[in-house]
Structure formats: structure tokens, C-alpha cells
Nanobody, 124 residues
């Protein structure tokens, strides 16, 4: 069993930056793909970014590519999402996810562990 706990959400002005962190517990979580999804009010939950268990592969949604950076620290069992040049359309609840099959995928049903979510609000 893996538990994921997000932190770092909050309110930021457009153009600003924010870093989300996710602490993963569970002795096999170091071998899982970790990632982030987000869900804006009234919209579907969408893929944001993922990082392989080894940290050598990353994947980003087109909407965040070049602005967001995902990284992981297996010593601390955490995955971070650095978000720069934030836009009002980035406003959403951000969810940390883990894939026990350690694949790089983009669908919600591919991820078997989810955090509770953390709110990010970007004001214009």
C-alpha cells in the first residue's frame, strides 16, 4: 500500500511560481512512476506531468511544457512540481499519483494511488 500526501498549494498571482511536493510512503514506492494530475472546477481531471522511477524520463502535458518541472528525491521519497509563469487557467486541485506498473502513461485509470489533492489558485 502506498500513501501520497501533497503540500505546497496556495494562492499566487499570474506570472508567479509555486512548488508542490508529495510525500510517498510505502517501501516499494521508489520503484513507481510518480506524477501529477489536476482538476479545475466543472472540468475533467487531466494529466499534468510524470517522472519515471529512475528519474531519467519525464513527460508533460502540452499546456505546461516549458513552465512546469517535475522531479523526485528517492532519498526523501518525494516528488515535486515546480510551477513557473503561472496562469489563471492553471487554477485547479492538483493530485499526486503513483503507478505501480512503473509505466509512463497519461490516463487517470492508469494510476492506482492518489493523494487527497491540494488547491492551487492563480489570480489575474
Amino acid at each position: 500500500q502506498v500513501q501520497l500526501v501533497e503540500s505546497g498549494g496556495g494562492l499566487v498571482q499570474a506570472g508567479g511560481s509555486l512548488t508542490l511536493s508529495c510525500a510517498a510512503s510505502g517501501r516499494t514506492s521508489s520503484y513507481y512512476t510518480l506524477g501529477w494530475f489536476r482538476q479545475a472546477p466543472g472540468k475533467e481531471r487531466n494529466f499534468v506531468a510524470a517522472i519515471s522511477w529512475s528519474g531519467d524520463r519525464t513527460d508533460y502535458a502540452d499546456s505546461v511544457k516549458g513552465r512546469f518541472t517535475i522531479s523526485r528525491d528517492d532519498g526523501k521519497n518525494t516528488v515535486n512540481l515546480r510551477m513557473n509563469s503561472l496562469k489563471p487557467e492553471d487554477t485547479a486541485v492538483y493530485y499526486c499519483v503513483a503507478d505501480s506498473l512503473s509505466l509512463m502513461r497519461r490516463n487517470t485509470y492508469d494510476y492506482d494511488y492518489w493523494g487527497q489533492g491540494t488547491q492551487v489558485t492563480v489570480s489575474s
